[in-house]
């Protein structure tokens, strides 16, 4: 099992930008595909985007392609999520996850593709 720790969130004004982090601890984080999630009250946790376990392969929701970018330090057992012209229904609580298979990559992932999970970090965007 691995133990994800997000940090990063806040408050922020519509057009703004923020960076997600996430910091692994556990298993080989370099062998597993990572991802970002997000859920917002009454809502359920939809994906946002996910890394191949080289950061050589990335896939995007289409609700944040051009906007968000995912990225990975294997050597710091990190995973980023850099938010550029953030909008009030990206207001969420924002979760990192690790596949639980090693060394496979899907585009747009489930969240049942996924074993551990962060504790989230609340991002809010304010209009």
């Known amino acids: 099992q691995v133990q994800l720790v997000e940090s990063g969130g806040g408050l922020v004004q519509a057009g703004g930008s923020l960076r997600l982090s996430c910091a692994a601890s556990?298993?080989?984080?370099?062998?597993?595909?990572m991802g970002w999630f997000r859920q917002a009250p009454g809502n359920e946790r939809e994906f946002v985007a996910v890394i191949s376990w080289s950061g050589s392969s990335t896939y995007y929701a289409d609700s944040v392609k051009g906007r968000f970018t995912i990225s990975r330090d294997n050597a710091k057992n990190t995973v980023y999520l850099q938010m550029n012209s953030l909008k009030p229904e990206d207001t969420a609580v924002y979760y990192c996850?690790?596949?639980?298979?090693?060394?496979?990559?899907?585009?747009?992932?489930?969240?049942?593709?996924?074993?551990?999970w962060g504790q989230g970090t609340q991002v809010t965007v304010s209009s």
């Open positions: 996850a690790a596949h639980r298979s090693i060394r496979v990559f899907r585009a747009s992932p489930r969240v049942a593709d996924f074993s551990s």
């Open positions: 556990g298993r080989t984080f370099s062998s597993y595909s």
